[in-house]
């Protein structure tokens, strides 16, 4: 069966500081992998996806950016936090063709 | 405007009650899907839509695709029930599914 694994759960980072989350896929070959943030009070929005290796798009301008190194690993980072990138970060994956997406735990980033 | 639009925001219910829960949306989509997310932040899909109705447990999805409308009922609802159900767009093409998301509808339901 497929698991989506996202880590750290929690996170507090200073101001200023660089960011690196993973997330990673088993059980399924080439998925869409996708990015979510979710500010307090707000809802989701979609940060980055990615339809295979080292092919990534943005939907909004950030201070975020995200790699995907092999097929099934989708890392969001960031060199300097700001306050405003605060939130709860969610990964995703999607197999081929018009599937549902099934999200992970997420991560709670706080900056300080 | 929103392109995804939910009502309510909120919505407190007995134990046993019948809810319903709405989604509008304005964008041309290729699927609806709604979405639960518990207390601690996960979310889980639970349908996924193009149209007509579909029926999972106590929960039943609807769509009407002229009306640009959606609905999440659910029946004989339970304190377990409570969380956020958020219904999103999904826009098929060559990046997979671009999903537009409502502000969600935090739903309580009391014993």
């Known amino acids: 069966s497929q698991t989506i694994h996202q880590w750290p759960a929690t996170l507090v980072q200073p101001v200023g500081s660089p960011l690196s989350l993973e997330c990673t896929v088993e059980?399924?070959?080439?998925?869409?992998l996708y990015w979510y943030r979710q500010a307090a009070g707000r809802g989701l929005q979609l940060l980055f996806y990615?339809?295979?290796?080292?092919?990534i798009s943005s939907e909004v301008p950030q201070n975020l950016s995200a790699s995907r190194p092999q097929d099934r690993q989708f890392i969001l980072s960031s060199k300097k936090l700001l306050l405003s990138d605060s939130g709860f970060y969610l990964c995703?994956?999607?197999?081929?063709?018009?599937?549902?997406?099934?999200f992970g735990d997420g991560t709670r980033l706080s900056i300080l | 405007k929103n392109e995804v639009e939910q009502s309510p925001q909120n919505l407190t219910a007995q134990e046993g009650e019948f809810i319903t829960i709405n989604c509008s949306y304005s964008?041309?989509?290729?699927?609806l899907h709604w979405l639960q997310q518990h207390p601690g932040g996960g979310i889980v899909s639970l349908f996924m839509?193009?149209?007509g109705k579909k029926k999972h447990g106590r929960l039943i999805a609807t769509i009407n695709i002229q009306e640009k409308h959606s609905s999440l009922h659910i029946t004989a609802s339970h304190p377990r029930d409570s969380a956020v159900y958020i219904c999103?767009?999904?826009?098929?093409?060559?990046?997979?599914?671009?999903?537009?998301f409502g502000g969600g509808t935090r739903l309580m339901v009391k014993p």
């Open positions: 964008v041309g989509i290729s699927a």
């Open positions: 999103a767009g999904g826009i098929a093409g060559n990046a997979g599914n671009m999903l537009t």
């Open positions: 995703a994956w999607e197999g081929q063709g018009n599937q549902p997406q099934h």
């Open positions: 059980g399924t070959s080439n998925p869409n």
């Open positions: 839509l193009s149209s």
């Open positions: 990615s339809v295979g290796i080292g092919q």
